[in-house]
């Protein structure tokens, strides 16, 4: 049977150098000014620090997008796949190397719209699986196209009139399929953050996290939202509304944000149950 039990673990009492973490060699990076992803990144890989997690331990499978761009710099074992299918690729490596601690890193129309099918199967199946959702509520890199996620009224290149198409909320959306941690967080909030994903990482099942973050460049400037320092503030009134709701001219999303974990509950977690089948097979057909 294989051995799901990792062989090392980093030093967690040194303090968290994120260069430490990051291909150097891979530098500059192509996000923009103002841009949360790079926030996820560095929350993400203090989580895994804290953790405990070694590199040789650590596997980030990402997809198409700006989100499938972050694990390129990670200085761990990394898969870029195709759109939409982070989940699957991360599904047959974690299936064939459970003793790896598998991180998929996707973005909300990578993962809500062509890859929504993954989405819901990978927490029906309840495989040890972190996925983090960066939602910037666009297609940031691929042409700046309305996602699953965009707010209504929102102006992109394919709603130029304004979004009117109703939004998926991602987190209900896990939770109804069986995952069995869900969280949110914003960008805004890094030390919070990093504490949901370090919750996610230690969970036994497959658990996600949508991570709010902004997307200065394709989304912010198209609607007037302001540079980075402005979008930044607005998530402020976005948790806040009753305090901060005069604090930026048009608050990023208009409602009440809630944010933290949702759903925590201990579930039968897939790949013990496979193995043990497939164990009990055996058993069943050898002389």
Known sequence: MLDAT????????????PREWLRLAAMPHFMCPGCGHGIALRA?????????????????????????????YIDANTMHTTHGRPL???????????????????????CLAIGGNHLIHAARRNLDITCLMLNNEVYGMTGGQASPT???????????????????????????????FVGREVTRQAPALKTLIARALRHKGFAFVEVMSDCTEIYGR????G???EMILSQKAD??????????????????LPTGV???????????????HAAAIRGEITP
Not at 222 to 225: A, E, S
Not at 239 to 254: I, K, N, T
């Open 6 to 17: 990792p062989k090392t673990t980093c030093d967690q009492k040194a303090p968290f150098d």
């Open 44 to 72: 993400l890989l203090a989580a895994v620090h804290d953790c405990g997690i070694a590199k040789d331990d650590l596997a980030v499978v990402c997809g198409i997008g700006c989100s499938g761009r972050v694990g390129g």
């Open 88 to 110: 699957a690729f991360a599904t047959g490596l974690k299936l064939a190397r459970p003793d790896l601690t598998v991180v998929v890193v996707t973005g909300d129309g990578d």
């Open 150 to 180: 965009t707010a209504a009224t929102r102006v992109t290149s394919t709603t130029q009139s304004g979004a009117i198409e109703p939004t998926f909320d991602a987190c209900a959306l896990a939770a109804a399929a069986g995952a069995g």
């Open 222 to 225: 198209k609607n007037d939202l």
């Open 227 to 229: 540079e980075a320092p």
């Open 239 to 256: 948790m806040r509304p009753e305090q901060h709701r005069d604090a930026p001219d048009q608050p990023f999303r208009p409602n009440a």
């Open 262 to 276: 949702f759903v925590e509950r201990d579930l039968p977690e897939y790949g013990e149950r496979l193995r043990a």
